[in-house]
């Protein structure tokens, strides 16, 4: 069974890409460690509400955009 940390973590993958940004480029633009990040997308940690903000702004999209399963 697939978690929602790891559904978002493949949304933020794909979003990030999209937005043509490297994981060190994401990092460096929502505060977070490019370790941190890959956790992220690799489903093992999830950011607070304050960090999936950061990070969504960072790529130019809506929190609600990062939730879009």
Do not use: C
């Not at 979003?15 to 093992?44: C, H, M, N, P, W």
Request: no cysteine; charged share 25%; aromatic share 6%.
């Amino acid at each position: 069974m697939t978690t929602i940390e790891q559904k978002l973590g493949r949304r933020i993958a794909l979003l990030r890409q999209k937005a043509g940004l490297t994981q060190a480029q994401l990092a460096e633009a929502s505060g977070y460690s490019e370790d941190f990040i890959g956790l992220v997308e690799r489903g093992v940690n999830a950011p607070s509400v304050s960090g999936l903000e950061r990070i969504a702004k960072a790529m130019k999209v809506s929190i609600r955009e990062l939730f879009n399963f």
